[in-house]
């Protein structure tokens, strides 16, 4: 599995930078091992889109709900 690298505001991949110096918005960055990528690129239209997300929080922060959006 190769590494993540923090640049001047892009993230690198595998020599793929992601540049999120002029972002409007938060997006959602995954990283999933190529099996998975290649079963959801394989999926009918028909199925539904299957995902499972998982949420750290920080117990000692005191407003646990102001960063969070759904």
Known sequence: MEEDEINGGDIVNGGIPVDTAKSDR???LMKCPPV????WQNHSAESP???KVVVSLDPLQSNPDSQ???
């Open 26 to 28: 938060a997006v959602w």
């Open 36 to 39: 998975v990528s290649k079963a």
């Open 68 to 70: 969070i959006q759904v």
């Open 49 to 51: 889109p299957v995902a």
